[in-house]
């Protein structure tokens, strides 16, 4: 392989989005094969482009199938295992911010951070013979923030679908999840911690720390590191 791979999404506003950074640091995009296609091809830049979900960018950069990728850094951090090991944020992009949070039921007046969710939890615990149920798509980041918290009367729910509704329907009485404004939390009766933001995440251009890298294609890494450096001025 002589060239770096970049993958970029492949769908949706973040696509747009991501096209339009590029074309304003001087590498507009083309994309091969129409909209169906799945690769691409930017100007200035020889690189292999590729069309991907979010989810499989933060993949290929974290096992090291992809050299750079634009993609969300909560999935970054979520699905990496050894986190700053396996990947370099190179820079946020300013768009797709959203934040990982804990939330609990508006109906818990006495639950307002993660000290007194810890404190419910064990009250929780002695009154109904179980743990307090946590709803989330985001498993590492929960894990590694409920312990830094000293949070441990808890048991994860893995959530398919729709978490803000998993304490209305029963199956979870607390979730991590992801939001933008925090209405749709609300509207399903919940409330953020007071220090229950785990991570304010954004669109970011990652590099990937395990991806084996062609000398061939240093010339193409500099020239891209060199114009977003100097988009940067």
């Known amino acids: 392989m002589t060239r770096f791979t970049l993958a970029i999404p492949s769908k949706g506003r ?12 001087g590498h507009p995009v ?24 979010a989810r499989e960018i933060a993949e290929g950069l ?20 050894d ?12 768009f797709g911010p959203a ?44 894990r590694r ?7 441990g009367e808890y048991r994860l729910v893995e959530s398919a679908g729709a978490t803000e509704a998993a304490p209305s329907t029963g199956t979870a009485d607390v979730i991590v999840d992801i939001t933008t ?8 009766g ?7 933001v785990i991570l304010s995440s954004q669109a970011s251009l990652a590099q990937s720390l395990k991806a084996a890298w062609p000398a061939a294609a240093e010339a193409a890494k500099t020239a891209l590191l060199r114009a977003i450096s100097g988009a940067d001025h």
């Open 83 to 94: 986190g700053p090991e396996d990947f370099r944020v190179v820079q946020r992009l300013g």
């Open 145 to 151: 923030y409920f312990a830094q918290k000293s949070v």
């Open 62 to 81: 974290i096992e090291g199938s992809l050299h750079f990728g634009v993609t969300g850094e909560d999935l970054l951090y979520d699905l990496s295992p």
């Open 14 to 25: 973040l696509k747009e989005q991501t096209e339009a950074w590029l074309a304003g640091i």
């Open 190 to 196: 919940l409330k953020i911690l007071s220090d229950g």
């Open 99 to 142: 934040d990982v949070v804990v939330a609990v039921p508006q109906a818990w007046l006495d639950v307002d951070t993660m000290a007194d969710l810890e404190a419910a939890g064990a009250a929780f615990r002695k009154a109904h013979h179980r743990r307090l149920r946590v709803a989330t798509k985001y498993l590492r980041l929960t």
């Open 30 to 53: 083309r994309q091969i094969g129409g909209e169906r296609g799945y690769t691409a091809e930017i100007e200035g830049l020889d690189a292999e482009v590729r069309l991907l979900s």
């Open 181 to 188: 404004t925090g209405a749709t939390l609300r509207a399903n």
